[in-house]
């Protein structure tokens, strides 16, 4: 990869903006108001939770890289309240000596991530065995390991943190069986209906007890997330890679309000940002948005895809549509699309081009710019040894402050004056970056 040069501001802060050209002076026109669609990952937990961490990141990004930023209430629209049942805020910025206004719109599909948690611990060992069937016998786990070991053995972790739980709850009915059968030898009840009784008992009192340490595993999973990976991997695959009804409704009401945005006058720059499992969702929206032929019609179009992790479906056998959509959108001219990720998030499949790892690039593909946000580099030595360890926490470092910003700065991005396309116009992909074809299901579908 190639990095960029540290810059200092005048008050000697790493990483601070230019205090030479603007964009508000050069030859590409400045950002003065941008609409700004964030699409989540599977996340069941209310949308303010992203407001909150761009309010306190933003603050602490603009601290250190010598700019302003402040957050306010959205003006409600009622056609966009109705669309989403939505939720967003507005962005004043003064970056590179421009004013920048912000509109931020969450996608919100939280309430599907939280119809597809199961229930019961008994479903959620049900899709445990029928998620890794379908991984195992598709072929698709071993194609994944090809690419990166460090999201695979994410994936492995809910199936070893669960069997654990479901071994240690056994062994524990199992102990309270057999202290029981030792209480009963003791008493000189070793026959007779006494010691059947008193036997049944205690494995009753056994079981009991498992069934407490399973649900108290269950509500421990705030810190072990356990269930709730295995509920991400299990939605994924559910279909063996296909969209849900119910999903496939949700991204092209989403592709409706991306492209009401884009025929706004009133924007320079729609961007559209995936984190995570957001990222594949953003393809498809895009993908639609592109089909309807309202791209670019006023505002310049740009897609940030964030710590993604489309191999877990665009490998999958009757992912189609998601193959389609990245085949579609990669060859377009009327946007600009970067991916960023690090070597450092295990939960990503860092520097894996998405569309030329799944086989599915068109002779004409421009896109995605793979871009690393080296963490080892961008982070200082004391604040990575502070988060190395914290996998998840990794996963949403994107969303965060830098403490040694280099070209990746998600706050300029988002609200600075540059498009997204002026800002890595000539910016190289990164040198590490892998791009050959690794899925063994590369059809397009009809």
Known sequence: MQEQATKTSAVGKPGAQKSG?????????????????????????PPRRYRELYRTEGARQAEISGYQLSLSPRSERPQAAAATHGFGWQVTAQIEGCEVHTDVDVLIWSDIVQGSMAPSIAQTYWQMLRTAWIYISTGTLRRLMWLRKGPVIAALYPVGMLLLQLVLACLLAVTIARLGQGAVAWLGLSAGWAAAAAAVVFWALGLIAAAALMRWFRRQDGRLFAYYLMH?????????????????????????????????????????????SGAYIGVSVLADVQRSGLAGRHATLGFLSLG???????????????????????????????????????????????????????????????????FTQTLSPERWAALRWRFFRLHFQYLCAFDRPGDYD????????????????????????IDVTASKYTSLGD
């Open 21 to 45: 050209a603007s964009p508000c002076d050069g030859q590409d026109p400045p950002v003065r108001r941008r609409k700004l669609f964030y699409i989540p990952g599977y996340d069941p937990m």
């Open 410 to 433: 998600y706050f300029q991005i988002t609200a600075g004056p540059r498009t997204l396309e002026s800002r890595y116009r000539n910016r190289n992909p990164s040198r590490s970056r």
């Open 232 to 276: 991400d991997y299990a939605h994924s695959a559910a279909l063996r890679g296909a969209y849900a009804p119910e999903l496939g409704q949700r991204i092209a009401q989403f592709a409706g309000e991306v492209a009401v945005a884009l025929s706004d006058p009133s924007y320079d720059e729609v961007l559209v940002v995936g984190h995570s």
């Open 308 to 374: 993604q992790v489309v191999p877990m479906v665009s490998f999958l056998p009757e992912a189609h549509r998601l193959r389609r959509d990245l085949h579609d959108l990669s060859g377009r001219g009327d946007l600009c699309w970067v991916d960023v990720t690090a070597p450092g998030d295990g939960c990503a499949f860092a520097l894996c081009d998405p569309v030329a790892v799944s086989g599915v690039a068109p002779a004409t593909k421009r896109w995605p710019l793979v871009i690393s946000a080296a």
